[in-house]
């Protein structure tokens, strides 16, 4: 290990987080799924791979779906970040999900809130994709519980109740 | 993780000085998706990332006939540009299939140059296109044609403090057609078993190919100009057994190995089926475009 | 009477013999009848560290059913009982009783 | 004898419907706390130092320089760990040899797989406990690897471990690496074969494939200084947790509290110990609690996956189809510890048919990778690859339908298992008649429109789900709502499918029980979340609470109606005086007027049940398109057929039906442990371990069959497993209708296609029986 001559300090990153202005020190280093769970302290957004591979940590930056371990939280100043916190409306569900757990769309949970941050972005611009496409827009996200045959049905219930 | 600083310089000047004075030790950063993939495995130790996604040149998108791709610029802007989808459907091709929605956000075919992986679905394309990278460094802009840019597994031609701004393809010709197809064994999210771009310009007669251009993927160190199979192209008849001799030709071309993504025989297969399918759609896009 | 299955490894203590008949009301005293018939075979049926269990790693099922009880297990008047390995690697169905847990702890 | 009687057949209000699962809301909203997101006050970040051979011997540890680091807490190797002798203990789901279940969570100088732990940090966070491992010096002398069956089994093999004494048929043999050798029989299977009209022997290859579940491991501890061990963990046995970790670090059991984090998948995969002792011994060291996250790639390094190995398959049939006899040699590779669910694969692998004349022999064999672990029906998706393959294989040679050779020889109550067992009352007809009358069964196949091939295959599978230990209790509320409070962390909607078979018996709707998993101090017992136990088990735990629960009640309300208990009866949730029956009580009303007749009411079911009522049968169908230029298999069409006895919850029983196909053909067509020679898994990650995703698989049709179980009250089947058994045969034969070329090994993936298409324009046979 060389050392470096350049002391690597945490860095101030000020973004609009589920539409409230918030401002946090991150580790130059430091992954934005990281920073949202062990600085802000929003633990919805998963790890599953750490690589970009299963979509558990999808968060929305600017209004696309990323993977936010691929993305440094330093990255995001300035930025607007949406995770599943911020995604029901005070004291109620957002149609997605409602419709995943009324499909039961889930079984263990843990890829839900990637699911859901995911397919919200793909209504958002499609308000009604076909199964393929709804299909093409999630395969970034990893499932191993459903086969996805029940989030494919609680997104098409979904896009069916928001017309 | 080798902790490192994070730099977003606002000019070209600036993030070629922060690579110059880092040298190995910094590397430019445009979606991540896989210098922070390779840094968590350990394969190399940073001091610097150098976010290029503030430097204008590395990130402006310009349709003028020819096509100027800023370096950083996420695949995404690149497909759901209907004037350059329009123009450019080899391109798009590679540019919808990196990954998944998630990476495209992200991921730039700029970045996928720079990564070199022999297998890069962004690379094959942007060579049959003769797309010209342009590079930036302590010396100055220098020009590299693509085909020429990988020079092994993650290795390319940059220099000490050089990064790539940005990707210039040229306008396409008349009767210029071009695709790109990989095959994976699932429907997404894999690295190509194998990847075929083709690209071929007709005569004026409509029927005859006047050149054309084929470059393989994931069957050498590098994705590779298929030069043999490129040349025996012109002056042939556009049709499907022209195609499959190409195909036939380009396999030679390739070396493949076996690893757990595919045999080197099945990858051999590949090539010639993927070099006909691909000429056959980039004669369709020919045919459109005369 | 019950109808005793013995695995191929029992058979040493009862000359290559696979199934008897032998009475008991619950899996102990079948295997005290067994003993008395076959000397020797308790020593591969019981837990030596604990004479109301089965020997690790042997499975007992009653009537088509993983003895849960282990040897307090009940048995009918036509009862069918199968000694066969207990499964390593995970399993609970396909014939063993889930392991014993409690007193685990008290090795040290 | 099970009885057989039929009942009448039940009505249900709360069973059988689809309520919201209670703890839905916390899941969609981000807010369910899962094994990484538990959070403690002073709470640092381990990391652990892994082999990087496959077998080495460790000359030295030096933790030294990590542990003198700027924000290192403490570090520890082999050396902390306690010692344990050599003892076969009970332990989660098998027996285990002490001394290995201790140095499978570290090493003592020697490392028998690769991502085997060798010394483990802990910091003020994540990154500079990773940083710290850089640190830590370590002498290894790499020993050769032992990674195949051949390597293994042959007679002058690399020995992994010299104490290992391996059982062969009851004779013990030291110097092996084969750990066991059984053999169930019944007749004389070589007389039958030889009088036999056809008989077919094939041999096929299954590769070693993981749960895949998308929550990483992840353990906290935290060693109080009056040596009470509390461990946050992702887990399906905290009650396996606490046994072991006692059993493991030398304490007293009840020393041990386990509280179960919500659980990120599991598929068996999470029931052995991992990081817990390790996070307890560091905090024990850093007086801190301590979590440990394991990244993705130690996930497939270092826990265990199912086990691969080697099927031997023969059968025999008469002139007209009818099954005489069936052999099978099993080989399967445990990984670097015995244990690979050789005898859930012998009890599965004919289990569909009746078979007169049967003879199994099966090996459980170590080699230098990741000890294996449960993983969906252990043992049996492999061995069924085999035994419905070479049906199908059987089927074309004699020129008889194989739904109609299924039915022929299908297993049926009163049918003697392989190994043994009298099967009662079964689904195995049912669901194949499920299959027979489907829409997809009477669809066209159809022709792809570009030159594709097509094909439909089928095939049956079993398992026999688990009964055993539950403990539930149940708490009337003032308001007529009930608590129940269970012991098993609920991985796909257990919460729900217990809470409403205490519905059921309530006459409640099923959101008028608040089910609460809760850790084991504050339960009684409960065996693990497998075994296809859960719902069919505890939910008799939550039937007999809630029945106390209902007994206690007619007691109090007798008490203000100055009668006897026997005279008030219960119905459709409203007590009544059978003697003046103008006085009656909602359960809600009598929950009322508890305080002031007798004080709270709460009740414990606990229960040691019986096994599943013969288990629960599958019948899949499968529908593929093969490019015969590339080698890719599309699925275009599945049906799932199981029994479920009675689906409680019959929404999750399709989840369960349509996942376990899932995972299925991801086995069948992708998944695999591709190894270098060392013993390196060159696929460590989830872009090239390639499970399905949503755009590789259809609409799964799931039917739920029900033959009702008559060990259970209203007839429940444990189903969560057996719906991973048929899909790599069916797809395997569907490959086959497709290519006109057989599959003898997984994955069945495109250079495998196109090998198999290569050697059959070469006039090649790829079996190797």
């Known amino acids: 290990m060389t050392q470096q001559e350049t002391p690597v300090r945490k860095v101030p990153v000020a973004c609009t987080l589920n539409g409230q202005q918030t ?96 397919a919200r972005a793909l209504l958002e611009r499609e308000p009604h994709p076909d199964e393929h496409r709804i299909r093409l827009w999630l395969a970034g996200n990893l499932c191993r519980c459903t086969g996805y045959d029940k989030i494919v049905r609680a997104v098409q219930r979904a896009a069916d109740e928001t017309t | 993780m080798h902790p490192f600083i994070y730099v977003a310089p606002r000019t070209l000047d600036e993030a070629v000085a922060v690579l110059e004075q880092h040298g190995e030790r910094a590397r430019p950063f445009a979606g991540g998706t896989d210098v922070l993939v390779q840094l968590r495995g350990g394969r190399f130790d940073l001091d610097a990332i150098v976010d290029m996604k503030g430097v204008p040149e590395a990130t402006t998108l310009e349709l003028n006939g020819s096509l100027r791709i800023g370096a950083a610029v996420p695949c995404y802007q690149v497909y759901e540009n209907s004037a350059v989808a329009a123009a450019f459907p080899g391109l798009i091709d590679a540019a919808s299939l990196i990954g998944g929605i998630q990476i495209q956000s992200r991921a730039s075919l700029g970045g996928n140059l720079c990564n070199a992986s022999p297998s890069a679905d962004g690379i094959c394309p942007l060579i049959v296109h003769s797309t010209v990278a342009v590079v930036r460094g302590p010396q100055g802009e220098r020009r590299v044609p693509v085909e020429e840019f990988c020079t092994g597994p993650g290795a390319t031609v940059l220099e000490r403090g050089e990064l790539l701004v940005a990707l210039e393809v040229p306008a396409p010709a008349r009767g210029f057609g071009a695709a790109y197809q990989r095959f994976i064994p699932r429907n997404e999210m894999d690295i190509a078993v194998a990847g075929v771009g083709s690209a071929l310009t007709l005569d004026t007669d409509g029927t005859t190919i006047a050149s054309g251009r084929i470059a393989l993927a994931a069957v050498g160190p590098t994705p590779l100009f298929a030069a043999k199979a490129s040349a025996f192209l012109a002056g ?16 030679t071309e390739a070396t493949p190995i076996g690893d757990m993504r595919g045999t080197a025989e099945h990858r051999v297969e590949l090539v010639k089926v993927l070099t006909r399918r691909t000429l056959a759609v980039a004669l369709g896009r020919a045919q459109a475009n005369r | 009477m019950a109808t005793v299955f013995l695995s191929i490894p029992l058979r040493r203590y009862t000359g290559g013999e696979a199934s008897m008949d032998v009475p008991g009301a619950t899996l102990r005293s079948l295997v005290r009848n067994l003993e008395e018939r076959y000397p020797g075979i308790a020593a591969s049926l019981v837990n030596p560290e604990d004479a ?57 | 004898m099970s009885t057989t009687a039929d009942r009448p057949a039940q009505e249900f209000k709360v069973v059988g419907s689809r309520p919201v699962r209670h703890d839905g809301v916390d899941k969609v909203l981000g807010r369910a706390q899962y094994g990484a997101d538990v959070k403690l006050s002073g709470l640092i970040h381990g990391a652990v130092l892994r082999s990087p051979y496959a077998h080495a011997v460790i000359k030295k540890v030096d933790v030294s320089r990590a542990e003198a680091a700027p924000g290192v807490f403490a570090a520890i190797t082999g050396n902390d760990m306690p010692v344990t002798a050599p ?101 004389d299977p070589e007389a039958a074969f030889a009088e036999a009209a056809h008989v077919l022997e094939r041999t096929y290859t299954i590769a070693r494939a993981h749960q895949g579940y998308i929550e990483p491991h992840s353990s906290t501890a935290f060693w109080s200084p009056d040596d009470k061990i509390s461990v946050w963990t992702t887990t399906q046995a905290p009650f396996g947790v606490r046994s072991s970790m006692a059993a493991v670090l030398k304490v007293p059991l009840s020393d041990v509290r386990v509280v179960p984090t919500e659980i990120g998948g599991g598929f068996g995969g999470k029931i052995g110990l991992y990081m817990e002792p390790l996070a307890a011994v560091l905090s024990r060291k850093s007086g801190r609690p301590v979590k440990i996250t394991m990244d993705r790639k130690s996930v497939f390094d270092a826990t265990g996956p199912g086990p691969g190995g080697q099927v031997t398959a023969k059968m025999g049939v008469d002139k007209d189809g009818k099954i005489v006899a069936a052999t099978a040699t099993i080989r399967y590779m445990a990984g670097a510890y015995p244990g690979s669910s050789i005898s859930a694969a012998t009890a599965g692998i004919f289990a569909c048919y009746k078979v007169p004349n049967v003879r199994i022999d099966a090996y459980d064999v170590v080699i230098n990778m990741s000890k294996t672990a449960a993983y969906r029906a252990p043992g049996t998706p492999q061995a069924t690859f085999a035994s419905e393959s070479l ?116 006459g409640l709707p099923a959101h008028d029980v608040h089910p609460t998993v809760v850790d084991t101090d504050s339960v009684g017992y409960n065996d693990l979340t497998a075994g296809s136990r859960t719902t069919y088990a505890s939910g008799q735990a939550a039937i007999e609470a809630a029945r106390q629960v209902v007994e206690e009640i007619k007691k109090r309300v007798a008490m203000i109606w100055e009668t006897e208990p026997e005279n008030v009866s219960f119905e459709d949730s409203v007590f009544q005086n059978k003697v003046a029956p103008d006085q009656r009580f909602t359960f809600k009303e009598a929950a009322g007027k508890l305080g002031q007749t007798g004080g709270p009411v709460s009740k414990t079911g606990a229960v040691n049940v019986r096994g599943s009522g013969g288990g629960s049968f599958a019948a899949h169908l499968c529908d593929v398109e093969v490019d015969p230029e590339t080698g890719k298999v599309q699925i275009l069409r599945y049906t799932a057929a199981q029994d479920a006895g009675k689906a409680v919850h019959p929404s999750y029983v399709e989840g369960q039906f349509q996942g376990g196909a899932a995972q299925g053909i991801g086995w069948a067509l992708n998944e695999e442990y591709y190894t270098s020679p060392d013993g390196v898994m060159q696929n460590a990650s989830f872009l090239d371990y390639r499970m399905p995703t949503a755009l590789d698989l259809p609409m799964i049709d799931a039917i739920v069959v029900e033959v009702p179980n008559t060990n259970h009250p209203f007839g429940v089947r444990g189903i969560g497993e057996t719906s991973i058994v048929p899909p790599a045969p069916a797809v395997g034969n569907a490959i086959a209708d497709a290519i006109g070329v057989r599959m003898y090994q997984t994955p069945m993936n495109p250079s495998r296609i196109m090998e198999a298409l290569a050697n059959k324009r070469n006039g090649k046979n790829g079996h190797q029986g």
């Open chain 1, 23 to 118: 401002e946090f020190l991150a580790a130059p280093y430091q992954s934005l799924l990281e920073a949202l769970r062990e600085v802000v302290g929003l633990t919805g957004t998963k790890e599953g791979c750490n690589d970009g591979n299963c979509g558990a940590c999808t968060v929305s930056l600017d209004g696309r779906i990323v993977d936010s371990c691929l993305v440094l939280a330093a990255e995001v100043d300035g930025r607007q970040v949406d995770t599943i916190e911020g995604m029901a409306p005070p004291h109620g569900l957002h149609p997605l999900q409602q419709a995943f757990l009324e499909e039961a769309a889930l079984q263990c949970g843990i890829c839900t809130p990637g699911f859901l941050v995911a």
């Open chain 2, 236 to 251: 042939k008849p556009a049709t499907p057994e022209t195609f499959a001799e190409a195909g036939e030709i380009a396999s």
């Open chain 3, 52 to 108: 109301d269990r089965l020997m690790p790693g042997l499975g007992a099922i009653v009537d088509g059913e993983p003895a849960n009880m282990g040897l307090l297990t009940p048995l009918e008047e036509r009862s069918e009982v199968h000694f066969i390995p207990a499964i390593a690697g995970g399993a609970i169905a396909g014939g063993a009783p889930v392991p014993e847990r409690d007193g685990g702890g008290r090795c040290g």
């Open chain 4, 87 to 187: 003892r076969l203990v009970d332990m989660m789901e098998e027996v285990t040899n002490l001394k290995w279940a201790s140095e499978r969570v570290m090493a003592h100088g020697k490392a028998v797989y690769r991502g085997h732990p060798v010394a483990a940090v802990a910091a003020v966070d994540q990154n500079t406990a990773l940083e710290a491992l850089k640190l830590i010096e370590v002498e290894y002398e790499p020993l050769e690897a032992v990674i195949s069956l051949e390597d293994a089994m042959k007679p002058d093999a690399v020995i992994i471990h010299d104490d290992l004494v391996g059982d062969h048929l009851g004779e013990k043999v030291p110097h092996t690496n084969i750990a066991e050798h059984t053999r169930t029989e019944f007749g």
């Open chain 4, 391 to 506: 049906v199908s294989e059987l089927c074309e040679t004699i020129g008889m339908d194989p739904m109609e050779f299924h039915l022929l020889n299908a297993a049926e109550e009163g049918t003697r298992r392989p190994d043994g067992p009298v099967f009662p009352r079964i689904g195995n007809v049912a669901c194949m008649e499920a299959i027979h009358n489907s829409d997809h069964f009477k669809s066209e196949l159809g022709e792809s429109p570009d030159g594709k091939l097509r094909g439909r295959g089928f095939a049956s599978g079993y398992w026999n789900g688990g009964g055993n230990r539950s403990s539930v209790t149940i708490s009337v509320n003032d308001d007529g709502v009930v608590s129940l409070v269970e012991g098993n962390p609920d991985i796909g909607g257990t919460r729900t499918t217990i809470a409403m078979q205490a519905a059921e018996v309530f």
